[in-house]
């Protein structure tokens, strides 16, 4: 495979020709009455119009043809996909799920769409407000089908397996250890390379947005370069058999043929694009003297809620970093939040709960429901000797959190057959260290 090519720059107004047409980008205006190369001007908003302009969200796209070219979408069969957050009564338990099971090749054929498999949300996708959490398990790539999303954003995070993602203003490659966002409304389809696994965090109404960086400054955490956007490719091809685009609309699913692959946009120009990013050149910021800084330090990506402060949902990691905090209980401390916090590992061993929580599986904890270290971890780190470290190397853990309270779906709870039963048990041997006879009692050696 060729080296892909992209532009950088997270929101940039970006424009792009493939090299086959140079000139294909119209001159001085957007909506020519003959285009260059006589192709089609189509416009995809991902704002209202009349949004202030630094949320003004829209690209122009020179296509062989428009997107309208299709027959009538017809209902087909959901999967797994949902928006209904009542199947099941409300479990406020911590729960947590073993590595979803990736489906053989061998035994049945399952690409990214149909592979789609809603974990929880909250929300409402008709009143443009919430997220969903949805598992990918797949085996084979899309071939002459594509999927696009009118209810949200996707953020795909894979976790085994490289996906070659082919999107109507180019092509990305994305490994793991990186991520992607499809923005609401953009066509893709997905090629995978052998059996492959990954997270994706849904979000209604609003787009990601870097976090604002207050007093650390200009600079730090996912810096706005780091941000790939892919360049302008375009296939001219027909599909006589009837290429498939797959919709999903107010949570469900419908497809529709169409003679001609969607990737026939020639040229493009906008702010309104996929991207993707690579979770390496986050700049951590952590402690340096005692205590903990909030793991909002580790926000890569946002979607803000008309709340100032308050987030739809949070995309955070947990990346390889020095720990070096004196006097200080260094792993995550025991928490009851009023944000929901789904997590998720890429790869390695998450500091707080070295068993159990696997590389492919998740957990969730709900609002004000308690979390923390396991009692192993909160043995050995009370009594460790307090010099510089490493934390998390060779790892990747994220988090999707979100000031939403969660339900999750009869797939996630009963039939995945992933979710741990036990996960209670890992805080029983916690026991009581009170000492009310001395206030200082002995650290460690």
């Given at each position: 495979?060729?080296?892909?090519?992209?532009?950088?720059?997270?929101?940039?107004?970006?424009?792009?020709?493939?090299?086959?047409c140079?000139?294909?980008?119209?001159?001085?205006?957007?909506?020519?009455?003959?285009?260059?190369?006589?192709?089609?001007?189509?416009?995809?908003?991902?704002?209202?119009?009349?949004?202030?302009?630094?949320?003004?969200?829209?690209?122009?796209?020179?296509?062989?043809?428009?997107?309208?070219?299709?027959?009538?979408?017809?209902?087909?069969?959901?999967?797994?996909?949902?928006?209904?957050?009542?199947?099941?009564?409300?479990?406020?338990?911590?729960?947590?799920?073993?590595?979803?099971?990736?489906?053989?090749?061998?035994?049945?054929?399952?690409?990214?769409?149909?592979?789609?498999?809603?974990?929880?949300?909250?929300?409402?996708?008709?009143?443009?407000?919430?997220?969903?959490?949805?598992?990918?398990?797949?085996?084979?790539?899309?071939?002459?089908?594509?999927?696009?999303?009118?209810?949200g954003?996707?953020?795909?995070?894979?976790?085994?397996?490289?996906l070659?993602?082919?999107?109507?203003?180019?092509?990305?490659?994305?490994?793991?250890?990186?991520?992607?966002?499809?923005?609401?409304?953009?066509?893709?389809?997905?090629?995978?390379?052998?059996?492959?696994?990954?997270?994706?965090?849904?979000?209604?109404?609003?787009?990601?947005?870097?976090?604002?960086?207050?007093?650390?400054?200009?600079?730090?955490?996912?810096?706005?370069?780091?941000?790939?956007?892919?360049?302008?490719?375009?296939?001219?091809?027909?599909?006589?058999?009837?290429?498939?685009?797959?919709?999903?609309?107010?949570?469900?699913l419908?497809?529709a043929?169409?003679?001609?692959?969607?990737?026939?946009?020639?040229?493009?120009?906008?702010?309104?694009?996929?991207?993707?990013?690579?979770?390496?050149?986050?700049?951590?910021?952590?402690?340096v003297?005692?205590?903990?800084?909030?793991?909002?330090?580790?926000?890569?990506?946002?979607?803000?809620?008309?709340?100032?402060?308050?987030?739809?949902?949070?995309?955070?990691?947990?990346?390889?970093?020095?720990?070096?905090?004196?006097?200080?209980?260094?792993?995550?401390?025991?928490?009851?939040?009023?944000?929901?916090?789904?997590?998720?590992?890429?790869?390695?061993?998450?500091?707080?709960?070295?068993?159990?929580?696997?590389?492919?599986?998740g957990?969730?904890?709900?609002?004000?429901?308690?979390?923390?270290?396991?009692?192993?971890?909160?043995?050995?780190?009370?009594?460790?000797?307090?010099?510089?470290?490493?934390?998390?190397?060779?790892?990747?853990?994220?988090?999707?959190?979100?000031?939403?309270?969660?339900?999750?779906?009869?797939?996630?709870?009963?039939?995945?057959?992933?979710l741990?039963e036990?996960?209670?048990?890992?805080?029983?041997?916690?026991?009581?260290?009170?000492?009310?006879?001395?206030?200082?009692?002995?650290?460690?050696?």
């Amino acid at each position: 495979m060729a080296e892909l090519k992209y532009l950088s720059g997270f929101g940039n107004e970006c424009a792009s020709e493939d090299p086959r047409c140079p000139g294909a980008l119209p001159e001085g205006q957007n909506n020519p009455q003959v285009c260059p190369y006589n192709l089609y001007a189509e416009q995809l908003s991902g704002s209202a119009f009349t949004c202030p302009r630094s949320t003004n969200k829209r690209s122009w796209l020179y296509r062989i043809l428009p997107s309208v070219s299709h027959k009538p979408f017809e209902s087909i069969d959901q999967g797994h996909v949902t928006h209904n957050w009542d199947e099941v009564d409300p479990d406020p338990n911590q729960l947590r799920w073993k590595p979803f099971e990736i489906p053989k090749a061998s035994q049945r054929k399952v690409d990214f769409v149909s592979g789609l498999h809603t974990l929880c949300g909250a929300g409402d996708i008709r009143s443009n407000n919430g997220l969903a959490v949805h598992i990918f398990l797949c085996n084979t790539s899309m071939g002459n089908r594509c999927f696009y999303n009118s209810d949200g954003d996707f953020l795909i995070v894979p976790q085994q397996g490289k996906l070659l993602i082919y999107t109507e203003f180019g092509k990305m490659l994305v490994q793991p250890n990186e991520i992607c966002v499809i923005q609401r409304g953009m066509r893709f389809s997905i090629d995978v390379f052998e059996e492959t696994r990954g997270y994706i965090l849904e979000v209604y109404g609003v787009h990601f947005e870097l976090p604002d960086l207050g007093p650390i400054g200009a600079n730090g955490l996912a810096n706005p370069r780091d941000f790939l956007i892919p360049v302008a490719w375009y296939e001219d091809r027909q599909v006589p058999s009837g290429y498939t685009v797959i919709n999903k609309y107010q949570g469900k699913l419908f497809a529709a043929k169409q003679g001609i692959s969607p990737f026939n946009v020639v040229a493009w120009h906008g702010n309104y694009t996929p991207y993707k990013y690579n979770l390496e050149n986050f700049m951590v910021i952590n402690s340096v003297a005692f205590d903990h800084a909030d793991p909002s330090i580790f926000t890569v990506l946002t979607a803000k809620s008309v709340r100032p402060g308050v987030a739809i949902a949070d995309f955070v990691i947990f990346p390889p970093r020095w720990g070096v905090a004196d006097k200080t209980f260094r792993p995550p401390y025991y928490h009851r939040n009023c944000m929901s916090e789904f997590m998720g590992l890429i790869k390695g061993h998450y500091e707080a709960k070295e068993g159990g929580f696997l590389p492919g599986g998740g957990s969730l904890h709900s609002p004000m429901t308690p979390h923390g270290p396991d009692a192993d971890c909160f043995e050995k780190a009370s009594r460790a000797k307090l010099a510089p470290e490493r934390v998390a190397d060779g790892t990747m853990a994220f988090m999707f959190e979100s000031s939403l309270s969660m339900a999750v779906t009869k797939w996630g709870l009963k039939t995945s057959n992933c979710l741990d039963e036990n996960y209670y048990k890992c805080w029983e041997p916690l026991k009581s260290h009170f000492t009310p006879d001395s206030r200082n009692p002995a650290g460690p050696d």
